[in-house]
Structures are given as C-alpha cells and as structure tokens.
C-alpha cells in the first residue's frame, strides 16, 4: 500500500513535470513566433519598409508561413561532416537555451521549478549552449563554420564574465541567488535605481552573449556568412534560430528580473505577468532598434571592450556593492557610485578603447585645414 | 584545383588557414574572388581571382557596328550606365569630329551626375552592409528609386537605357520632366543626408573603417587609382576639372578630398560628390538652352574616318577610358576600355597589409568595385 502510494505520487509528480515543461515548450514557441514577427516590422518601420503584410492581418500568420517553410525543406548534411557532432550541436544549443527558462519565474510563483540557486544555474547553463556553437562549427566542416564558431567560443566566454559579476553584485544586494527573493528585494526601490552600472554592463553583455547587433560577430553574414549555421538547413537550421530568440527573451527577462523588479508594479497581484512581460518586450524593442542603428564591431574591438571596459567595471560593481554592504551605507551611495562607474565608462569608450568622438573631432579639423589650404592655393 | 598551382602554395604555412572567399561570398560584391590565407583573424596573404563575369566585350565590339555598341557600353559599369554611353559617344564623335547640340550636352551632364548620385547610393548602402549595417541600404536604396523612375521616365528603362547617341541623344525629354525633376532633387538631398548622417560619423563606423585598408598618395598613383580611391588619398584630381569635357568647364564645384587615403576617407569623399553632384545639376537645370537634341549627322549610318583616339572621362568609380581605332568602315577596329574599378582593384592587395578578415570587406566594399567593368 505505502509503495502503491510512493508510486502514485511519482506518477503524479512525473506528469506535473512533463506537463509544465510541455507548456513550457509551447509558451516559448509562441514567444519566439511573435518575435520573429515583432523583430520583421519593427525592422521594417525603421527602414521605411512595411515589414510581412501578405500572410494574415498585419502578417500575423508569416512565422507560421516560416516554421511550415523551414520544416518542411530538405535537411542537408554535408558529405565532409562529422555526422554525430552535426546533429548533436542544434540539440545542445536549443536544449540549454530552454533549460534557463526552467526557473525564470514570470510571476510570484509562477515558475516550472523554482531553484534556491536559481542565477547559479542559469550562468551555468548559458556557457553550455556556447559548446553546442562551437561544435555546430566543428561537425560541418567549412571553414566559414570553424572560423564562427571559434569566434563563437572567444566572444562568448569573454562576455559571461561580466555577466557572472554584475550577477554576483545583485546576489549580493539581495543577499540570495534565489530569482523570486531578488525580485521580492526590489519592493519598493528597484535594483535598476540603485545600481545603473550593472543594468548597463548586463545589457550590453547580455547583447553579445545572444549575439545580436553590434555583437553579431560569430554570424556576420558579410565576414563568415552565418558562422557555426552555415551548413545548416530546415528543421536544423530552425532549431538554431529558434534558441537564438529564446536567448535573446531569456536575456531580455533576466536583465528585467534582475533590474527592473519583474512582475513589481502598481495594480492587483494577476496584473503581475502583464507588467513582467511589458518590461521584457520594453527590453527586446530596444534590442531591434540597436539592431536597426549599427553597424558590427571587430573581434579585435570586441574582445579589446569585453576585457578593457566590461570586466574591471564588472568588478568594480562588485566593490561598491561590497562596500556598501559592509559599511551599510545609505542606498543612494550606491547609486552615486554605480553613476560614477558609468561615467567612467563613457570616459574610456570616448577616450580609450574607441576614442571616437576625439577621432570625429580631430578629422573635422584636419578637413577645415586642408579646406583653407586649398582655398588659399587657388 | 587551381589551388594546387605553385604560386599560390609557396605563401601558405601550415599553421595558416586557407580561406576562400566568393564568388559566391555574399559580400564580393558579384562574382569575385579572393583567396585569403589567414592565421586566426590576421590575414597573411592573398590572391584574387577575377573573370568570372567576362564576357569580351571588347572583342565583341569589333563586330558591331559604332551604333549597337551604345547598348554594350551599359553593361560594363552597370550601376552607371549614362556615364558609360557618355565616354564611348564622346570617343567617336572625336573621332568624327562631330558637334553635338548644346542642349543634349546639358541633358547628358544631368544624366550623368544624377547616375553618380545613383550609384554613390548603392555604394553607401553596400559599405553600411558589409560593415554590418543593414539599414543605410533601405535609405539609400530610396533614394536611388527615385533616381531610376525618372530614368525610366526619360529613357524608357531603369538601367540599361541606351539613350545617348552619336551625335545627341535618342529623343528630347519628356514634356514634364522640369516638374518631375523639381519634385526629385529636395527629395534626393534629404536621401542623401539621411545616408549620410546614419553611417559616416557612427563611432561603430568610424572604428571600422578609419585607418583601416590604408595607402599613400605615391602607392596611389603608382597602381593607377583614379576617382574616390585616389582623391581619398587627399590628391585633388578629377577628370572633370583636370580636363574639362562635355559643358562641366561651365560649372562651379568642388573636388572633395580625403586626409589619409583609407576607407572612411573614400566613404566620406564619395558622400561629398554627392552633394556636389547635386550642385551640378542645379546650375545645369538653370543653363540647359532649348533647340535640338542630336546632330543630323548622329542619325545616319556612322563610318569614322581612319585614325585612333583615346578618350576619357570622370565616371563614379573613376577615370574611366576608351581607346578606339578605326580602319574608315561601319565597325571598328579595335576598342580598348580602360575600366577604373579594374585599376582600383589592383591595389587590393596592397590594402590588406595587417588587415583582420572582417577588414577585407570593408576594404573591398570601399574600392566600390563593379564586377561587369573589372571583366568586361
């Protein structure tokens, strides 16, 4: 009887299990659908174009039309290929990618299981789909491929770096690693207010991390022509699309996790999702309009910011978060300090790494001079 | 494989990778070839391949008569199609000694630099796409519709017009082309600012590409740059001041220059020809005379009398020339093109001293090159 019961339970907790993360597949799946479609007409109104208009109302229907096309063509394996390692890699990189989404909580409980060590293990899992990447270069054979996926392997760990301490500087604050406590700790004064640095360092790592404009440099369609996914068709080639847009969410949901105090907002407890996923397409908006502005870096350059900018002012977040901590200083001490870290960011973007604005101002007089000289010559 | 050949093994090491990059590459611009050796993201060596797109032109103008070679013309350089027909007519009427009508001089300067504005569009918006900027395309691909409409309206097709004749041009413009022009040029400016304010002073753009496929003004001149790549360089010359031909000694513009002969120099020189060649075109519109269009010796059977002439002339991409020899028949003799995308080109190599892999499309995005011209 006691072993029926035992039994019954694990039955009934193995069902509960396949079915939140069965609905954790389809929710996912609707996201990166309306993505992939928000992504096209917000595109397209920045570039003066419509965007999808044929396949539904307002093209509603064109992901669909896409995932029908993309499932449906053939799944080209290239005769040079490692075959398991070609196969394998799309499984590897789409299967971390939902494994972060596990214990995102997308409301107060509202979570498939909600983890202790929540942040340790999504950081853990994010490093995982960089292997699938990697591997995804390695098994096709092509050089484009190879050369992708390696800068895959070197851009994606230098950002984690970042990632992992400006984490660390918000566990720190929360004083757990717990995603529901974080966002508890963010009642009344948000993570966002009081340490803006980390915000910032978090967005732009977490950019490069998903691999989106400027950061794209492992797929650059101009250099590498898709990178790891150049080989790659149909079904395979959709998988990797599909990770890509739940990475960018995923990064999009942490940064507002994190940050932006998730489902904290004014009105009755349910209205919780609502302001959840308004923070987190608040975030992804802002990810297509950078997509729609720049131009992509250099690996050079890319990793030069990741290692001269990002990670001393990842630590330096630590610090200050520390020092604030053990001295139990005001809030807005921190604040003071996280702008002032911010500012030196600016300084070292304007000054050192890039020196853009001394370089645009330098050019504009130089031309001045060579425009008199020429006018005194005729 | 031609990989296999002595030459182009003697460069690579073994710890070297050897890259093949087109003539299907996304970004070769058409169907060139580059064959890069790289260690890691450094690029050690190369060796490009050109030819893919021959089609012996040349050769097959000695069988056409002076007429029909007007539609070879456009396919060479095919993003600057009236610059082309311009230079081939201007040869023969050398040759002939041919007075053309000043109205048709004025309409073919209009023409002309209204095609370079077109076709420094499309190069804004290649250089934004290989740099990984998808969006300057859609605002300078606007523009340059535009600029194709009335074309098409003058013409009667977008690109391969074969308007201009021996002599004058194929008809006069259409009635409403003062209204249709009026309307185009305020729009075209605001085209032009909106492409050049997305791209050239973007700090991500400027890291990209200044200082970046570098060379001197010497090594310039001694692989025979001409056009943008030349003047970017900061060396004033352009074959409509240098030479004057057509009416362009009737116009008052600038020659933009660069500062140090790289890549953002000769983005920043073509932006400016931009706004140049819209001045142009203003003081042409005010100019322009009535009265015919073509000669009346253009209309009859043309057969040049025996001589040789080299003609040349200021296209978007450079000077381009046209060595033409006639034996006194309807067909001639030899026709030699000297194509400036072909000499530019050439100091390909040269630029990608220290370049990272992602700088060989910068650099070969800057040189502007079109494949129909480097191959004829």
């Not at chain 1, 799944?75 to 070609?86: E, G, M, N, R």
């Not at chain 1, 990697?134 to 230098?158: C, D, E, F, M, T």
């Not at chain 1, 330098?362 to 000289?373: D, G, H, P, T």
């Not at chain 2, 600057?80 to 002939?96: G, H, P, S, T």
Request: proline content about 5%; aromatic content about 10%.
């Amino acid at each position: 009887m006691a072993a029926f019961t035992l039994l019954a339970v694990g039955l009934i907790d193995v069902a509960w299990i396949v079915a939140s993360l069965l609905a954790m597949f389809v929710g996912l799946s609707i996201v990166v659908l309306a993505l992939t479609w928000l992504e096209r007409k917000v595109l397209g109104r920045l570039q003066l174009r419509l965007g999808p208009t044929r396949t539904g109302p307002m093209g509603l229907m064109q992901p669909i039309a896409d995932a029908i096309k993309l499932i449906l063509k053939e799944d080209i394996l290239p005769s040079a290929s490692d075959k398991v390692i070609f196969w394998v890699a799309p499984v590897i990189v789409v299967v971390s990618a939902f494994m972060i989404w596990v214990t995102i909580p997308a409301g107060p409980g509202l979570v498939i299981q909600n983890l202790d060590l929540g942040l340790f293990y999504i950081t853990a899992f994010a490093v995982v789909g960089i292997l699938g990447l990697v591997l995804a270069g390695w098994g096709s054979a092509n050089k484009y491929g190879i050369l992708g996926g390696l800068r895959a392997a070197a851009q994606l760990i230098s950002y984690e770096i970042p990632i992992i301490l400006v984490v660390v500087a918000v566990a720190m604050l929360a004083q757990s690693l717990d995603l529901q406590v974080i966002v508890e700790h963010q009642n009344p004064v948000l993570h966002v207010v009081v340490l803006p640095l980390g915000m910032v360092i978090f967005f732009i790592a977490g950019l490069a991390e998903v691999g989106r404009t400027p950061f794209d440099i492992y797929h650059a369609e101009s250099e590498v022509v898709g990178g790891p996914f150049v080989e790659y068709s149909g079904a395979h080639w959709a998988v990797f699309f599909l990770a890509e847009y739940i990475n960018t969410f995923a990064i999009a949901a942490l940064a507002s996790i994190l940050f932006l105090g998730g489902w904290l907002g004014p009105g009755p407890a349910w209205l919780g999702v609502v302001w959840f996923l308004l923070k987190v397409f608040a975030l992804v908006l802002v990810v297509f309009w950078v997509r729609g502005t720049l131009p992509r870096l250099r690996i050079d350059q890319l990793m030069a910011f990741a290692w001269k900018v990002m990670v001393p002012l990842g630590f330096y977040t630590i610090i200050i978060t520390a020092v604030y901590l053990f001295y139990d200083w005001p809030a807005w001490t921190l604040t003071l300090m996280s702008l002032a870290g911010l500012s030196v960011v600016g300084y070292l973007i304007y000054r050192r790494v890039m020196a853009p604005v001394k370089l645009v101002k330098e050019i504009k007089a130089r031309q001045a001079q060579q425009l008199a000289q020429r006018q005194r010559a005729q | 494989m031609t990989e296999s050949s002595p030459e182009m093994t003697t460069g690579a090491q073994p710890i070297e990778l050897l890259l093949n990059m087109g003539p299907q590459h996304p970004s070769t611009h058409g169907v060139f070839r580059m064959v890069l050796w790289i260690d890691g993201e450094k690029i050690v060596d190369m060796e490009p391949h050109i030819g893919y797109l021959h089609r012996g032109s040349e050769k097959i103008c000695e069988g056409e008569q002076y007429h029909q070679i007007i539609t070879l013309f456009d396919r060479l350089d095919y993003v600057a199609n009236f610059n082309n027909e311009l230079v081939y007519c201007r040869a023969v009427e050398q040759l002939m000694g041919l007075e053309v009508p000043e109205r048709a001089e004025y309409i073919r300067v209009i023409l002309c630099e209204l095609n370079r504005i077109a076709s420094h569009l499309l190069y804004v918006g290649t250089i934004g796409l290989d740099a990984g900027a998808m969006t300057p395309t859609m605002f300078s691909f606007r523009g340059r519709e535009r600029v194709q409409a009335l074309f098409e309206a003058v013409s009667g097709a977008r690109m391969m017009h074969n308007y201009f004749r021996i002599g004058g041009l194929k008809e006069d413009l259409p009635d409403n082309f003062q209204q249709m022009i009026q309307e185009l040029l305020p729009l075209l400016k605001v085209d032009i600012e909106e492409s050049d304010q997305i791209l050239t002073f973007n700090e991500i753009f400027l890291s990209r590409t200044k200082g970046v496929g570098a060379i001197t003004t010497e090594e310039a001149i001694d692989y025979g740059l001409t056009g943008p790549c030349l003047r970017g360089c900061g060396l004033e010359y352009d074959v409509r001041k240098a030479q004057p031909y057509s009416v362009y000694d009737r116009f008052d513009f600038d020659v933009p220059v660069g500062l140090d002969g790289d890549c953002w120099d000769r983005h920043w020189v073509r932006i400016q020809e931009m706004y140049q060649s819209m001045r142009i075109i203003e003081q042409a519109l005010e100019q322009m005379p009535e009265g015919p269009v073509v000669s009346s010796l253009g209309r009859r059977l043309i057969r040049p009398p025996e001589g040789e002439v080299y003609v040349r002339a200021e296209n978007p991409r450079g000077e381009i020339g046209v060595y033409l020899v006639s034996k006194g028949v309807d067909r001639p003799y030899r026709l030699k093109v000297r194509p400036p995308s072909f000499c530019n080109l050439s100091a390909l190599k040269l630029m990608l001293r220290n370049a990272w892999v992602a700088d060989s499309v910068v650099i070969l995005g800057s040189l502007d090159i079109v494949l129909g011209e480097v191959d004829r």
